[in-house]
């Protein structure tokens, strides 16, 4: 596996944890977030992608691991030109939205403001 992108969460949104619980989703966006949405967002400080993302490869959160499961057709377009992709926990195959990553995670995430996000290619 190599390594393709690490950020860490700036700030957390009042709302970006409920995402998760709720919705089963997070949103990152780089600085710069429309206030109406920041809310649901955790804030990166990174933006630099030096490889594809694509199914097969991993989704790390704290040094706990997610398998991509499918990945929309702007995620790399977003992650680099915003630092805005949101992630799905749902494991779907299909993909839904362009700006979607897709990974598999049987347990709800838990993020701070500090956490470690990184994409691995495998």
Known sequence: MVKIFETKVLEVGPEAQGM???????ILFGEGAPQ???EYCFMIDNKNLTGSI???GRLVV??????ITSVGEV????LVNLG?????????KE??????LHV???DKVQLRSGSIIQLFSD
């Open 62 to 67: 704290d040094g706990e691991t997610f398998p």
């Open 20 to 26: 998760i619980d709720g919705a089963d989703m997070m």
């Open 84 to 92: 805005h992709i949101t992630i799905s926990f749902d494991g779907d």
């Open 54 to 56: 694509k199914v097969g």
């Open 95 to 100: 993909g839904s939205l362009p700006g979607t």
């Open 104 to 106: 598999s995670a049987p």
């Open 75 to 78: 995620v790399e377009k977003n």
């Open 36 to 38: 109406d949405l920041a």
